[in-house]
Protein backbone atom coordinates (compact mmCIF):
# COMPACT_ATOMS: atom_id res chain seq x y z
CA UNK A 1 0.00 0.00 0.00
CA UNK A 2 1.11 3.41 -0.68
CA UNK A 3 2.43 5.33 2.15
CA UNK A 4 1.25 9.12 2.07
CA UNK A 5 1.95 9.54 6.16
CA UNK A 6 2.70 12.98 6.61
CA UNK A 7 1.56 14.12 3.51
CA UNK A 8 -1.23 16.44 2.70
CA UNK A 9 -4.03 15.65 -0.25
CA UNK A 10 -6.47 17.95 -2.22
CA UNK A 11 -9.19 15.57 -3.78
CA UNK A 12 -11.12 17.86 -6.27
CA UNK A 13 -14.67 16.22 -6.77
CA UNK A 14 -17.33 14.89 -4.16
CA UNK A 15 -18.83 12.23 -6.36
CA UNK A 16 -18.26 8.80 -5.80
CA UNK A 17 -14.78 8.42 -7.20
CA UNK A 18 -13.68 11.54 -5.58
CA UNK A 19 -15.07 10.29 -2.28
CA UNK A 20 -13.01 6.79 -3.01
CA UNK A 21 -10.22 8.46 -3.23
CA UNK A 22 -10.01 10.55 -0.20
CA UNK A 23 -10.92 7.40 1.93
CA UNK A 24 -8.06 5.81 0.27
CA UNK A 25 -5.68 8.50 0.86
CA UNK A 26 -6.51 8.73 4.54
CA UNK A 27 -6.00 4.56 4.73
CA UNK A 28 -2.63 5.78 3.17
CA UNK A 29 -1.96 8.03 6.36
CA UNK A 30 -2.42 11.40 4.78
CA UNK A 31 -4.42 14.47 5.79
CA UNK A 32 -6.98 15.01 3.21
CA UNK A 33 -9.84 17.34 2.26
CA UNK A 34 -12.18 17.49 -0.46
CA UNK A 35 -13.24 20.25 -2.91
CA UNK A 36 -15.72 20.79 -5.00
CA UNK A 37 -16.82 23.61 -6.89
CA UNK A 38 -20.76 22.93 -5.67
CA UNK A 39 -22.14 22.32 -2.17
CA UNK A 40 -21.63 18.75 -1.34
CA UNK A 41 -21.86 17.05 1.88
CA UNK A 42 -18.35 15.98 3.00
CA UNK A 43 -16.60 18.63 1.21
CA UNK A 44 -15.31 22.15 1.19
CA UNK A 45 -17.06 25.11 -1.03
CA UNK A 46 -14.01 26.05 -3.37
CA UNK A 47 -13.45 28.70 -6.36
CA UNK A 48 -10.71 29.07 -8.70
CA UNK A 49 -9.73 32.19 -6.82
CA UNK A 50 -9.37 30.00 -3.30
CA UNK A 51 -7.72 27.25 -5.06
CA UNK A 52 -4.65 29.60 -5.55
CA UNK A 53 -4.61 29.37 -1.29
CA UNK A 54 -4.19 26.13 -0.79
CA UNK A 55 -0.76 24.07 -1.15
CA UNK A 56 -0.50 20.59 -0.53
CA UNK A 57 2.10 17.66 -1.38
CA UNK A 58 -0.87 16.46 -3.88
CA UNK A 59 -4.26 17.21 -5.78
CA UNK A 60 -6.13 14.15 -6.67
CA UNK A 61 -8.51 15.00 -9.67
CA UNK A 62 -11.91 13.72 -10.55
CA UNK A 63 -11.98 12.30 -14.04
CA UNK A 64 -15.41 14.79 -14.67
CA UNK A 65 -13.08 17.92 -13.67
CA UNK A 66 -11.39 19.38 -16.68
CA UNK A 67 -7.52 18.70 -15.98
CA UNK A 68 -6.66 21.75 -17.35
CA UNK A 69 -9.17 24.35 -16.40
CA UNK A 70 -8.88 27.23 -14.13
CA UNK A 71 -9.78 25.22 -10.87
CA UNK A 72 -8.16 22.39 -11.35
CA UNK A 73 -4.72 24.51 -12.19
CA UNK A 74 -5.55 26.97 -9.27
CA UNK A 75 -5.33 24.14 -6.99
CA UNK A 76 -1.95 22.16 -8.98
CA UNK A 77 -0.38 25.73 -9.36
CA UNK A 78 1.33 25.95 -5.45
CA UNK A 79 1.08 22.65 -5.25
CA UNK A 80 3.55 19.16 -5.47
CA UNK A 81 1.58 16.47 -7.45
CA UNK A 82 -1.39 16.17 -9.44
CA UNK A 83 -2.58 12.82 -9.90
CA UNK A 84 -6.19 11.29 -11.17
CA UNK A 85 -8.05 8.83 -9.14
CA UNK A 86 -7.16 6.01 -10.87
CA UNK A 87 -3.03 6.63 -10.64
CA UNK A 88 -3.39 6.91 -6.84
CA UNK A 89 -5.79 3.96 -6.69
CA UNK A 90 -2.93 1.79 -8.87
CA UNK A 91 -0.38 2.39 -6.73
CA UNK A 92 -1.79 0.79 -3.73
CA UNK A 93 -2.77 -2.47 -6.17
CA UNK A 94 -0.75 -5.30 -6.13
CA UNK A 95 -2.42 -7.49 -8.84
CA UNK A 96 -2.80 -7.75 -12.31
CA UNK A 97 -3.94 -5.10 -14.36
CA UNK A 98 -5.75 -4.85 -18.06
CA UNK A 99 -6.48 -1.43 -19.16
CA UNK A 100 -9.51 -1.31 -21.86
CA UNK A 101 -9.92 2.02 -23.95
CA UNK A 102 -11.57 3.33 -26.99
CA UNK A 103 -14.54 5.41 -27.69
CA UNK A 104 -17.16 2.29 -28.28
CA UNK A 105 -17.57 -0.59 -26.48
CA UNK A 106 -15.98 -0.28 -23.39
CA UNK A 107 -18.32 -1.51 -20.88
CA UNK A 108 -19.39 -4.87 -22.86
CA UNK A 109 -15.73 -5.68 -23.02
CA UNK A 110 -14.84 -4.85 -19.24
CA UNK A 111 -17.35 -7.57 -18.59
CA UNK A 112 -16.41 -9.95 -20.88
CA UNK A 113 -12.41 -9.76 -19.95
CA UNK A 114 -13.64 -10.02 -16.04
CA UNK A 115 -15.85 -13.23 -17.22
CA UNK A 116 -12.98 -14.63 -19.16
CA UNK A 117 -9.97 -14.24 -16.19
CA UNK A 118 -12.83 -15.56 -13.80
CA UNK A 119 -13.65 -18.92 -15.74
CA UNK A 120 -9.88 -19.19 -15.66
CA UNK A 121 -10.08 -19.50 -12.44
CA UNK A 122 -8.76 -15.94 -11.16
CA UNK A 123 -10.46 -13.43 -9.03
CA UNK A 124 -11.31 -10.34 -11.04
CA UNK A 125 -12.70 -7.29 -10.86
CA UNK A 126 -14.90 -4.59 -13.46
CA UNK A 127 -14.13 -1.00 -12.44
CA UNK A 128 -12.70 2.61 -13.22
CA UNK A 129 -14.84 4.41 -15.22
CA UNK A 130 -17.33 1.22 -15.26
CA UNK A 131 -18.67 0.15 -12.08
CA UNK A 132 -17.06 0.58 -8.75
CA UNK A 133 -14.03 2.89 -8.67
CA UNK A 134 -10.74 1.61 -8.53
CA UNK A 135 -9.99 3.50 -5.11
CA UNK A 136 -13.14 1.72 -3.76
CA UNK A 137 -11.36 -1.97 -4.86
CA UNK A 138 -8.18 -1.76 -3.04
CA UNK A 139 -9.27 -1.07 -0.08
CA UNK A 140 -12.03 -4.66 -0.67
CA UNK A 141 -11.43 -7.14 2.56
CA UNK A 142 -10.56 -9.65 -0.54
CA UNK A 143 -8.51 -7.66 -3.28
CA UNK A 144 -9.03 -8.98 -6.67
CA UNK A 145 -6.21 -10.78 -8.77
CA UNK A 146 -6.62 -9.06 -11.82
CA UNK A 147 -8.44 -5.79 -12.67
CA UNK A 148 -10.54 -5.26 -15.82
CA UNK A 149 -10.23 -1.55 -15.84
CA UNK A 150 -12.04 0.48 -18.38
CA UNK A 151 -10.28 3.77 -18.85
CA UNK A 152 -11.91 7.13 -20.03
CA UNK A 153 -9.74 9.56 -21.75
CA UNK A 154 -10.61 11.89 -18.78
CA UNK A 155 -8.91 9.46 -16.58
CA UNK A 156 -6.32 8.75 -18.95
CA UNK A 157 -5.39 12.72 -18.74
CA UNK A 158 -4.08 12.25 -15.33
CA UNK A 159 -1.53 9.12 -14.95
CA UNK A 160 1.90 9.50 -14.15
CA UNK A 161 2.98 6.01 -13.60
CA UNK A 162 0.00 3.89 -14.43
CA UNK A 163 1.33 1.13 -16.41
CA UNK A 164 -1.02 -1.84 -17.04
CA UNK A 165 -0.01 -5.34 -17.61
CA UNK A 166 -1.95 -5.92 -20.61
CA UNK A 167 -3.78 -3.35 -22.84
CA UNK A 168 -6.49 -3.48 -25.42
CA UNK A 169 -7.93 -0.82 -27.91
CA UNK A 170 -10.89 -1.35 -29.05
CA UNK A 171 -11.67 1.67 -31.74
CA UNK A 172 -11.31 5.50 -32.23
CA UNK A 173 -13.46 8.18 -33.09
CA UNK A 174 -14.70 11.73 -32.71
CA UNK A 175 -16.01 12.17 -28.83
CA UNK A 176 -16.28 14.57 -26.32
CA UNK A 177 -15.68 17.77 -28.34
CA UNK A 178 -16.98 19.84 -25.88
CA UNK A 179 -13.96 19.14 -23.39
CA UNK A 180 -11.02 18.75 -26.30
CA UNK A 181 -9.89 21.52 -28.45
CA UNK A 182 -9.43 19.37 -31.27
CA UNK A 183 -9.81 15.72 -32.68
CA UNK A 184 -6.19 15.25 -32.24
CA UNK A 185 -6.11 15.81 -28.33
CA UNK A 186 -8.93 13.72 -27.51
CA UNK A 187 -6.96 10.93 -29.34
CA UNK A 188 -3.52 11.92 -27.25
CA UNK A 189 -5.49 11.56 -24.17
CA UNK A 190 -6.56 7.90 -24.83
CA UNK A 191 -2.89 7.46 -26.51
CA UNK A 192 -1.48 7.71 -22.97
CA UNK A 193 -2.23 4.16 -21.87
CA UNK A 194 0.36 3.35 -23.88
CA UNK A 195 2.72 5.74 -21.95
CA UNK A 196 4.30 3.80 -19.78
CA UNK A 197 4.49 -0.11 -20.96
CA UNK A 198 7.15 -2.54 -21.39
CA UNK A 199 7.63 -3.97 -24.75
CA UNK A 200 6.49 -7.04 -24.38
CA UNK A 201 3.38 -5.76 -23.05
CA UNK A 202 0.19 -7.75 -24.93
CA UNK A 203 -1.48 -4.87 -26.68
CA UNK A 204 -4.72 -6.08 -28.31
CA UNK A 205 -6.05 -3.53 -30.94
CA UNK A 206 -8.32 -3.40 -33.95
CA UNK A 207 -6.44 -3.87 -37.04
CA UNK A 208 -6.11 -0.24 -39.09
CA UNK A 209 -5.96 1.63 -35.76
CA UNK A 210 -2.69 3.18 -36.58
CA UNK A 211 -1.48 3.24 -33.29
CA UNK A 212 2.09 3.79 -32.51
CA UNK A 213 4.56 0.82 -32.43
CA UNK A 214 4.67 0.04 -28.27
CA UNK A 215 5.01 -3.40 -26.53
CA UNK A 216 3.50 -6.20 -28.48
CA UNK A 217 0.68 -5.96 -30.54
CA UNK A 218 -2.27 -8.48 -31.40
CA UNK A 219 -4.81 -7.15 -33.79
CA UNK A 220 -8.48 -8.40 -34.21
CA UNK A 221 -11.08 -7.41 -37.22
CA UNK A 222 -14.21 -8.47 -37.81
Request: hydrophobic share 40%.
Amino acid sequence: MLDLTGKTVAVLGAGRSGKAAAVLAAHCGAAVTIYDSRESEGAVLATPESGKDINVDLVIVSPGIETLGEFVQSFAKGSGALWGEVELAWRCFSGHTIGITGTNGKTTTTELVRDLVEANGRSCVACGNYGVPLSEVVLYNEVPEVISLELSSFQLETIVDFKPDAVIWLNFSPDHMDRYTSVEEYREAKLRILENISADTPVVVRAGEGLPEKGRVITFSS
